[in-house]
């Protein structure tokens, strides 16, 4: 088979740091090949070595079936790249950004402007083509960036965490250009720390971990490998009991989780953990205590919220036992707020396929550090990054042709 894009046993040190440890990765044509990973996991260094801006220490790469280190002018006339932070001329205007580009590509100046024209109104550009970038807002900006990228009309695309800091209109409104992108027959290679971006658009998911591959499959294949399914329940009432019944007719005792509003409180004791008085004795309590508020014909304090107000979760291997955890709710009266049946989440996977922050992937001196973390792992982030930003690379390897002139 020929991919777009294939790497193999990629290797890359930054002085006594190792970013990239024998990477594998490969992308086909008109597919899209998302890489998740932590803070300096080697994501950045992947795209900028096969995009030909950094040489690796060893292993091989192609892209478009040439080599990046023997053949780089071939793979960089091939691709785009839009990297994590917006690299367009502020003092320009959008449309005057786009001509720049289409110039240096070596188009007259009529086929430059047309296709900034094309551009923009492709990007939803259109009304803030003449004003300045620098009055742009974030997302319009990354839509520029990634406008400039598209100028020469690549076969493949990098894209080196696009969307972060956009908000999530913003995050939608380029998840749908990525989307039109391969359906006209571009691969694009997306780096992301937004786990539901990589769900949304990834038709595979490689992990990348400490420099390595942790896992490499479609969505679906890799949520598999967090567990088995779960199901989840709201009882309107009847918390522990409905738990008891799960845990009969399932085998596994059901984890129990509350909100805030739902713990109940001793008036001289720190908050239960969550679990909603899961235990016996905690449930003894409870029931103890609302039977003295009764006799002394108090009312209960209803500001430490209900005892009984929950979501039961319990793994499911078999789901024909699902029917019968119905049947047996519903023989005890007991009616249901809230059910699903789902898979682990992305999420879930991905946590269960890294491992903690590593100290050997601390910032090399001599390299500018990038932020952030994978959005809604549930996890700190670690410490800065070891992998610089992505620049942009030469957007040809032809030798722009100059007028002389303006652009306008």
């Not at 006339?77 to 839009?82: A, H, M, P």
């Not at 919220?305 to 789901?319: A, K, N, Q, R, T």
């Not at 001599?366 to 959005?375: H, P, V």
Request: with cysteine; charged share 25%.
């Amino acid at each position: 088979m020929t991919y777009a894009i294939e790497a193999e046993g990629l290797i890359k040190r930054y002085g006594d740091k190792t970013a990239l440890d024998g990477v594998n990765l490969t992308a086909r044509r008109g597919e899209v090949l998302a890489i998740l990973g932590p803070n300096g996991a080697g994501k950045t260094t992947a795209v900028r070595i096969l995009a030909t801006l950094v040489s690796p220490d060893g292993g091989s790469a192609r892209v478009g079936g040439h080599d990046v280190v023997a053949r780089p002018r071939q793979v960089r006339e091939l691709i785009g790249l839009t990297g994590q932070y917006a690299s367009v001329d502020e003092n320009l205007t959008g449309t005057q950004n786009l001509m720049m580009i289409g110039r240096l590509l070596g188009m007259s100046r009529a086929d430059a402007r047309a296709r900034a024209v094309g551009l923009l109104d492709r990007f939803g550009l259109t009304e803030a083509g003449d004003r300045a970038a620098r009055t742009y807002s974030g997302g319009m900006r990354r839509r520029l960036d990634l406008a400039v990228s598209m100028v020469a009309d690549p076969r493949i695309v990098f894209m080196d965490e696009p969307t972060t800091g956009l908000d999530p209109r913003a995050r939608t409104e380029l998840w749908d250009i990525v989307r039109e992108q391969v359906a006209g027959g571009s691969t694009v290679l997306l780096t992301t720390q937004y786990l539901e971006e990589a769900d949304q658009l990834a038709d595979r998911i490689v992990v990348i971990d400490h420099g390595r591959v942790a896992a490499d499959g479609t969505p679906d294949q890799l949520k598999s490998r967090a567990g088995h399914r779960r199901l989840e329940i709201r009882p309107e009432r009847d918390l522990w009991t409905a738990h008891d019944i799960l845990a009969q007719v399932i085998g596994i005792t059901p984890h129990v989780s509350c909100g805030q509003a739902a713990h109940r409180l001793s008036k001289d004791a720190a908050p239960r953990p969550p679990g909603c008085t899961a235990t016996a004795e905690a449930r003894a309590e409870d029931a103890t205590e609302r039977m003295t508020d009764a006799s002394s014909g108090a009312m209960p304090d209803r500001s430490y919220g209900p005892v009984e107000d929950g979501v039961l979760s319990v793994p499911i291997v078999d789901p024909a036992m699902v029917p019968e955890v119905f049947r047996r709710l519903a023989d005890a009266g007991i009616t249901l707020a809230e059910h699903a049946l789902r898979r682990p989440s992305l999420d879930e996977a991905f946590l269960a396929l890294v491992s903690a922050p590593s100290p050997d992937l601390s910032t090399p001196p001599q390299l500018s550090t990038g932020t952030g973390g994978m959005a809604s792992a549930g996890r700190q982030a670690p410490s800065p990054s070891s992998e610089p930003p992505a620049p942009r690379p030469a957007v040809s390897s032809r030798q722009p042709q100059s007028s002389g002139r303006s652009m306008a």
